[in-house]
């Protein structure tokens, strides 16, 4: 049974325990809001970008563009946008689940964040390319991740190209994803809610009408095709940085709720230990002067 002395050294590890949780909590939470402003205000310029990319498309008729060839997929290439830190749930778990499932033997990983580099090497998986970025993620770092993605597509190291994230829902949900990037298939509409090529139905060919192209939409699509994927990409580490605050934000208050139930605990069993100590003291005090009167 431990001391009383025991027990207060612990409700002392415990209050400091809690004071690192709290501060980290409130950093968190400074940056996730300014992460998830971020995030939102993308979100309508690429749902309009899409709109417009589906509307040509739709006017483009067959269309060619080298990033658009489809071939069989012997090689894959799969981007892996992780976090630099942990302490932020099962965020990453989630997420190299995800990336577990695709077969090792075919794909070469490309990693941004430090979680998915070590999961990589951890794991003897091939590795051809490690990016970092900021907490708040620069247009060029992303412009940097889909070149490097569009050249290994382009020079027929890979067929395909695929990208798994964190995608943000809201403060307390965040969904790991799998997202197609190459080759690019048909452009669809999205919702006002979605930040990339989604489920909602596709442009109809009539809808091209809607919009005027010039030069043609053809040569549009060859011209806007690689901005396209630079802000797809650049989307996704918004998407990203905002789940990463988020979780993090909400990890630290339930750390820093349980220490403090914690101390609670240990302070109650604190108080009754010191009280049976007390009246033991003073059965032996009692039983002490009845003998001696004796």
Same mark, same amino acid.
């Given at each position: 049974m431990p001391s009383t002395r025991d027990i207060r050294r612990r409700i002392k590890s415990v209050k400091n325990t809690a004071q690192i949780t709290k501060a980290m909590q409130m950093v968190a939470s400074a940056k996730m809001r300014k992460a998830q402003q971020a995030a939102l205000a993308g979100r309508p310029y690429a749902t309009l970008m899409n709109?417009?990319? =589906?509307?040509?498309? =739709?006017?483009? *008729?067959?269309? /060619?563009h080298p990033l658009a060839e489809k071939r069989e997929v012997k090689k894959r290439a799969l981007?892996?946008?992780?976090?630099?830190?942990?302490l932020c749930g099962a965020l990453n778990t989630n997420l190299l689940r995800e990336a577990a499932k695709?077969?090792?033997?075919?794909?070469?990983y490309v990693v941004a964040g430090r979680k998915a580099a070590q999961w990589v090497a951890r794991t003897k998986r091939e590795l051809v390319a490690e990016f970092s970025f900021k907490d708040s993620p620069q247009f060029a770092e992303a412009r940097a991740i889909s070149k490097f993605a569009q050249e290994l597509f382009l020079s027929g190291q890979v067929d395909a190209v695929d990208v798994v994230f964190t995608n943000y829902i809201n403060t307390l949900t965040q969904k790991a994803e799998v997202r197609p990037l190459l080759p690019m298939g048909r452009i669809q509409k999205l919702e006002a809610n979605l930040s990339g090529p989604g489920t909602s139905e596709d442009l109809q060919?009539?809808?091209?009408?809607?919009?005027?192209?010039?030069?043609?939409? &053809?040569?549009?699509? *060859?011209?806007?095709?690689?901005?396209y994927l630079n802000f797809q990409v650049y989307q996704v580490l918004l998407e990203a940085k905002a789940s990463e605050h988020s979780a993090r934000m909400v990890?630290?208050?339930?750390?820093?709720?349980?220490?403090? /139930?914690?101390?609670?605990?240990l302070t109650l069993e604190y108080n009754k230990?010191?009280?049976a100590n007390i009246t033991k003291e003073l059965l032996e005090i009692t039983s002490?002067?009845?003998?001696? &009167?004796?």
């Open positions: 709109e417009v990319m =589906a509307a040509a498309t =739709a006017g483009a *008729g067959e269309f /060619q981007i892996i946008i992780s976090t630099d830190k942990g695709v077969p090792p033997a075919t794909t070469v060919p009539g809808s091209a009408s809607e919009f005027s192209f010039e030069p043609a939409a &053809g040569q549009l699509l *060859g011209n806007l095709l690689p901005h990890a630290m208050k339930s750390a820093t709720d349980n220490a403090k /139930q914690l101390i609670k605990d230990l010191r009280q002490a002067a009845m003998a001696m &009167g004796n």
